[in-house]
């Protein structure tokens, strides 16, 4: 396969994370996307997105790392997507309190009710 621009790499994000968000339930967070060259990449961080996220806030920020998505398939770069989108719902469930896991799952439980 050949590889993408970066156009493509970044239409395609915006496609998967516009189709995911109201899937997940996640249109009240304020999500911003953050593309990383590779003039802006380290040695320890080739992955091909990392999040963010906080729960109370409602705010992500997701950066999508170009040199890895460029060379993946479109469903490759759709899985990375939603599960950066995930980061948002399942940071709450790191609390302490046992209602917060709760209220996770019941969102997840929402969410993928949506599918159907």
């Given amino acids: 396969m050949k590889p ?4 493509t790499v970044k239409n395609l994000v915006q496609k998967y994370t516009d189709r995911w968000v109201p899937i997940l339930g ?3 967070f304020l999500i911003d996307i953050e593309y990383i060259d590779e003039t802006q990449i380290t040695e320890n961080e080739m992955t091909v997105m990392d999040t963010n996220a906080c729960w109370y806030n409602m705010t992500m920020n997701i950066r999508a790392f170009l040199p890895p998505l460029r060379e993946a398939d479109k469903k490759q770069i759709e899985l990375a997507v939603v599960h950066e989108l995930i980061h948002a719902i399942i940071d709450e469930a790191q609390e302490q309190d046992e209602k917060h896991l709760e209220r996770v ?3 997840l439980a929402v969410a993928f009710s949506r599918l159907t």
Avoid: E, Q
């Avoid at 993408?4 to 156009?7: D, E, L, Q």
């Fill in 4 to 7: 993408r621009t970066n156009t």
């Fill in 26 to 28: 996640l249109t009240n």
């Fill in 105 to 107: 799952c019941n969102h």
